[in-house]
Every structure is written in structure tokens, then in C-alpha cells.
């Protein structure tokens, strides 16, 4: 069993930064594609960033250009870094990690909560 643990979420005002982190319980990295989701109250869990195994990468449309997905796989971690926040983005945000062979083996963290003052 895998362990995910996010860390990073707080409260932060309008056009403000956070970091969020994820780090695994054990070396698993090199074979996961890892996402960040999030999910706002009343609404759907949605992806908003992925990165796979080889370093491509995806986001979702309303983080573009705000949002950097990054991963370390020698410290098991995967970042999401997040600026020019909005009131929008509040939500609880969970890191996933996906393997790249059998997409059933799937892991998710507890999740995080940010939340953006207007």
C-alpha cells in the first residue's frame, strides 16, 4: 500500500501564491503519472494539472498559465505550484498517482484545503 500526504493548502488572499506538495510513502514515482485534483463544495472532483511519467504535462483550462506541476522522483514528491489565485480555486485539492502500466492501481491522498479571500 501507498501512501500519498499533501501539504501546502492555507488561506490566501486574491492574486496570492501557495505550494502544494505530495509526497509518497515509498519510492513509487518512476512509475506513476501523478495529477492534482481538486474539489469545491456542491461540485465534481476535476482534474487540474498532470504530469506523467516522461514529464508531459496538462492542465486544465481555467489554471493555465497560473498553475506549475513539477515532480522530484528521487524525494517521491510532486509539487503544485500556484499563483495569481482566485476565489475559484478554493477547494480541497488531492494528489493522485496513477500507474503507468495498470491504471487500476491508483492512489489518492486525504486531500488539502485552499481557500481564496476575495
Known amino acids: 500500500q501507498v501512501q500519498l500526504v499533501e501539504s501546502g493548502g492555507g488561506l490566501v488572499q486574491a492574486g496570492g501564491s501557495l505550494r502544494l506538495s505530495c509526497a509518497a510513502s515509498?519510492?513509487?514515482?518512476?512509475?506513476?503519472?501523478l495529477g492534482w485534483y481538486r474539489q469545491a463544495p456542491g461540485k465534481q472532483r476535476e482534474l487540474v494539472a498532470r504530469?506523467?511519467?516522461?514529464?508531459?504535462?496538462n492542465y486544465a483550462a481555467s489554471v493555465k498559465g497560473r498553475f506549475t506541476i513539477s515532480r522530484d522522483n528521487a524525494k517521491n514528491t510532486v509539487y503544485l505550484q500556484m499563483n495569481s489565485l482566485k476565489p475559484e480555486d478554493t477547494a480541497v485539492y488531492y494528489c493522485?498517482?496513477?500507474?503507468?502500466?495498470?491504471?487500476?492501481?491508483?492512489?489518492w491522498g486525504d486531500g488539502t484545503l485552499v481557500t481564496v479571500s476575495s
Open positions: 504530469i506523467t511519467r516522461d514529464g508531459s504535462i
Open positions: 515509498r519510492t513509487i514515482f518512476n512509475m506513476f503519472n
Open positions: 493522485n498517482a496513477e500507474h503507468t502500466i495498470v491504471s487500476s492501481i491508483d492512489y
